[in-house]
């Protein structure tokens, strides 16, 4: 069994959302001048959103607030999705490893999220029947 983690920043979920966000910003460094203040903006923004609110949650007290602070992370990788999809339409570099990167990101949020709301769930459920 794996030892709790001492900071978000030993959580798997982050150190991915953060290499993902690295990823975007290396991508946006390529993206045509005119793009700065619009979808290069946004588009970062919306990415260190992601480890963000996962490392914002990290220290909350209850699992909802946690779960809360996840599902935050979940709709700014939703974001992102539709960015690279735009990005790749619009040809402004190679989106397919970040694509997969954000999938894993997805399947690593809503893991940790759901493990979160579980293992509140069994809490709650053995104090019943106590």
């Known amino acids: 069994m794996r030892e709790p983690a001492?900071?978000?920043q030993d959580l798997i979920v982050w150190k991915k959302a953060h290499a993902f966000v690295l990823g975007i910003y290396r991508l946006t460094t390529?993206?045509?001048?005119?793009?700065?203040y619009?979808?290069?903006?946004?588009?970062r923004r919306a990415a260190v959103s992601i480890p963000a609110n996962?490392?914002?949650?990290?220290r909350k007290q209850s699992s909802a607030d946690k779960a809360r602070f996840l599902n935050i992370a979940e709709g700014s990788l939703e974001e992102c999705r539709y960015y690279l999809i735009?990005?790749?339409d619009l040809e402004y570099g190679d989106t397919g490893s970040?694509?997969?990167?954000?999938?894993?990101?997805?399947?690593?949020?809503?893991?940790y999220r759901s493990a979160?709301?579980?293992?509140?769930?069994?809490i709650l459920n053995s104090t019943k029947d106590s």
């Open 86 to 88: 735009l990005a790749h």
């Open 30 to 36: 390529t993206f045509p001048k005119h793009e700065l």
């Open 116 to 122: 979160i709301l579980t293992s509140n769930s069994q």
């Open 6 to 8: 001492k900071s978000f």
């Open 54 to 58: 996962i490392a914002e949650g990290f």
């Open 98 to 111: 970040l694509w997969e990167q954000s999938e894993e990101v997805g399947r690593l949020l809503n893991g």
């Open 38 to 43: 619009g979808m290069t903006s946004q588009f």
